[in-house]
């Protein structure tokens, strides 16, 4: 079935650059997601990338997307205190499958920015 | 700001009890969803509503009853619940969902249910 992976923590010190990798196993999926929740928050949807884009830019975030080996990255320039949160990767696989149309997840990032 | 609507956002309720959560979305979208999230761990999903109609139902003990009175509000009715279903209950909907859909889900921040 879909899998998506994540590490699991990342600690950056204030002004550096993050980056939080993630890998999938559908190859169906066409949308590729990052999500960030807050302590107490929902899910806030940062960004996503298009399978036959091999980057996007948004401000501080770029994502990278290696389609050939299944790997998707989120990096955050410039890194804030207020990016510490966790962030989710997701795919939704489009055809195929039992989780056809549904969100698979990964485990989540816990990103710690130290001041 | 979130664009989805959850109400309340906290809730402690007894086993027998009856409580409602409630979730409103003024995009124009007409697929909505219903998750379970633990702390620390992914969001799970529970029910799927696509043009007002249930679509998916993930195995989800009856004591979980959803009901969605029309393309802007989602409900979902608690009766009987054990300890182990505290948690987040995260809302989210989309333009569209199903087979070749990619749309992406936007997400309320959640209620916060305590089961005593």
């Known amino acids: 079935g879909e899998d998506v992976e994540q590490s699991l923590f990342l600690s950056v010190r204030e002004g550096d650059s993050s980056v939080i990798n993630c890998t999938y196993t559908d190859s169906s999926s066409t949308y590729l997601y990052w999500y960030k929740q807050e302590p107490g928050a929902g899910l806030q949807l940062l960004t996503y990338i298009f399978s036959n884009m091999d980057m996007k830019q948004d401000q501080r975030l770029t994502v990278l997307l290696n389609k050939k080996d299944k790997h998707l990255s989120l990096r955050i320039a410039d890194t804030q205190t207020g990016d510490s949160a966790i962030y989710f990767c997701a795919e939704i696989p489009a055809y195929g499958s039992s989780n056809t149309g549904k969100l698979i997840f990964g485990q989540g990032t816990t990103l710690q920015v130290k001041p | 700001d979130t664009e989805v609507t959850q109400t309340p956002k906290h809730l402690v309720m007894g086993m027998t009890n009856k409580k409602s959560l409630k979730c409103e979305q003024h995009m124009g979208h007409r697929a909505m969803y219903w998750y379970k999230q633990k702390a620390k761990k992914p969001p799970e999903l529970m029910f799927v509503?696509?043009?007002?109609?249930?679509?998916i139902n993930e195995s989800v003990p009856s004591r979980f009853s959803p009901e969605c009175p029309n393309s802007s509000l989602l409900n979902l009715h608690l009766h009987a619940l054990q300890p182990e279903d505290s948690a987040l209950y995260l809302c989210a909907s989309s333009q569209v969902s199903g087979e070749y859909s990619n749309q992406p889900q936007h997400f309320g921040d959640g209620t916060r249910l305590s089961i005593l």
């Open positions: 509503y696509s043009y007002e109609k249930l679509s």
